[in-house]
């Protein structure tokens, strides 16, 4: 953990400290920027592990079951790692053979997406070429869910110890040294926390198969019309008045940079209290963006407050904490959606159409 962390710090801080060099050429600039982007994702993937195995073991973390579209969860899940995928030249593939309504089961959002995700993204880490299958289905009142990859796959004398804290497949490979070792450990804490089972089937050099199972608890299916294939720029013809609730300047300029061609209307407010009687007196708001963490009210408490008199506005919550129970504490106050920092364009961007093709006006 210390050596993942200080050479983190190392490329972050390093490269950070290159480009104050007179006479950068420009690719150079965007070379060093991209090695900062990318130790600085690590690092925030280190410390939200560090954080939830913490959670854990204090017994702090809760299971709030809602209704889940498991098909939504999924596609979202292989629409935002399909680009990762191909920058790599690896074919990711989807094999859905879950039923094709919108099925609603009762689980975990939350720890759901973090077992999708982190079982995804360990295969692309672990793969330099060929191609990763993403399999599910309902079997015996089970979600079934497997990831089959063509990479480097795992020594049969490190199998069992996998899923062990601080522990990887094979410490000598160059992949391996890239993480905290933690994320396969929280993966099967959630999975049993969600009375689930989670396995892995490897042969050292031609790939491996991650598998885990959930509790099929359907709540109801409900047959919705397939929608037909939108240019994203149509979608955004659609009028947007946008009211970014936000007191980080750059957090702001950022979301400003993201969307001003593509809404209608932006307004900023820096409090929760500006951002309540901003919304009683402007009624052609149809969306906002709210950080949580607001001086004078937090974003929760005026989410809270505009339902009461602006029920049928779509509000999205936004928040640099992205901690394991942040998305039900939002969606509970009242939000319609929630993004977490860093801000990923693709990600905020796919959140809007949802809102535009949904039933928010």
């Known amino acids: 953990m210390s050596h993942e962390i200080r050479t983190l710090m190392n490329g972050i801080l390093g490269f950070t400290e290159l480009l104050k060099e007179p006479n950068l050429s420009g690719d150079e600039k965007h070379r060093f920027i991209e090695i900062i982007k990318k130790s600085g994702d690590r690092m925030l993937n280190t410390v939200n592990d560090i954080i939830d195995i913490s959670k854990i073991d204090s017994g702090q973390v809760e299971i709030v079951q809602t209704e889940v579209n498991i098909n939504e969860e999924i596609e979202i899940n ?58 599910c289905r309902e079997k015996d009142s089970m979600f079934e869910f497997k990831i089959k990859d063509t990479g480097i796959g795992i020594p049969e004398d490190r199998i069992e110890s996998i899923f062990n804290r601080f522990e990887q497949a094979d410490i000598t490979d160059a992949h391996a040294r890239q993480g905290s070792g933690l994320g396969l450990s929280i993966i099967k804490a959630f999975v049993k926390m969600l009375n689930g089972n989670i396995g892995v089937q490897s042969e050292f050099g031609k790939g491996s198969t991650f598998y885990f199972t959930l509790p099929w608890v359907e709540k109801q299916k409900k047959a919705v019309p397939e ?33 001003d061609r593509v809404v209608n209307k932006i307004v900023r407010t820096t409090n929760g209290k500006e951002t309540v009687s901003y919304l009683k ?64 364009k693709e990600l905020l961007l796919a959140k809007i159409e949802k809102y535009l093709l949904g039933s928010g006006e």
Do not use: H, W
Request: hydrophobic letters at 40%; aromatic letters at 10%; a negative charge.
């Open 227 to 259: 929608k037909d294939n939108q240019d994203l720029s149509k979608v955004f013809d659609k009028q947007i008045n946008l009211l970014i609730a936000e007191d980080d300047d750059s957090s702001f300029e950022y979301f400003k940079a993201i969307l």
């Open 281 to 344: 007196n402007n009624t052609d708001i149809n969306l906002v963006l709210m950080d949580v963490n607001m001086p004078e009210l937090n974003g929760y408490d005026a989410t809270k407050q505009i339902k009461k008199f602006r029920p049928e506005l779509y509000i999205i919550a936004q928040t640099a904490y992205a901690l394991v129970g942040d998305e039900e504490k939002a969606l509970q106050s009242g939000c319609n959606d929630y993004i977490s920092k860093p801000i990923k």
């Open 78 to 135: 292989y629409d935002f790692f399909n680009g990762e995928a191909s920058a790599k030249g690896i074919e990711l593939k989807l094999i859905n053979d879950l039923p094709k309504q919108d099925v609603l089961i009762l689980t975990d959002k939350v720890k759901l997406n973090s077992i999708l995700s982190n079982l995804i993204k360990n295969a692309i880490k672990y793969t330099d070429k060929g191609s990763i299958k993403i399999y």
